[in-house]
């Protein structure tokens, strides 16, 4: 079983910026990537960010140039710095990891509320 710690969501107002972090630990032998979705109420899960350990990065339309996502291969951490944040983006984001042989695991989410 992967373990996952997520921390940075909150409110924030329009044109402001927040920073996830996700650590994992427990089961995580053969990750080649981590990444963050997201999922607001009614609506479907929406892949957010993704990279992988050899620090390729893949991103949704819809943040490119307003996300960055980072990773730390050796503590097992990704981050996404949100900037120019809209009240679009409010959502719950999964942090999740891409394993080998286990597939995808998901963190438990952190919501994430742009509003005035």
């Known amino acids: 079983q992967v373990q996952f710690v997520e921390s940075g969501g909150g409110l924030v107002q329009p044109g402001g910026s927040l920073r996830l972090s996700c650590a994992a630990s427990?089961?995580?032998?053969?990750?080649?990537?981590m990444g963050w979705s997201r999922q607001a109420p009614g609506e479907q899960r929406e892949l957010v960010a993704f990279?992988?350990?050899?620090?390729?990065?893949n991103y949704a339309d819809s943040v490119k140039g307003r996300f960055t996502i980072s990773g730390d291969n050796a503590k097992n951490t990704v981050y996404l710095q949100m900037n120019n944040l809209k009240p679009e983006d409010t959502s719950v984001y999964y942090c999740?990891?891409?394993?080998?042989?286990?597939?995808?695991?998901w963190g438990q989410g952190t919501p994430v509320t742009v509003s005035s």
């Open positions: 999740y990891v891409d394993q080998r042989q286990r597939g995808r695991s």
């Open positions: 427990g089961n995580i032998f053969g990750i080649y990537g």
């Open positions: 990279i992988s350990t050899g620090g390729i990065t």
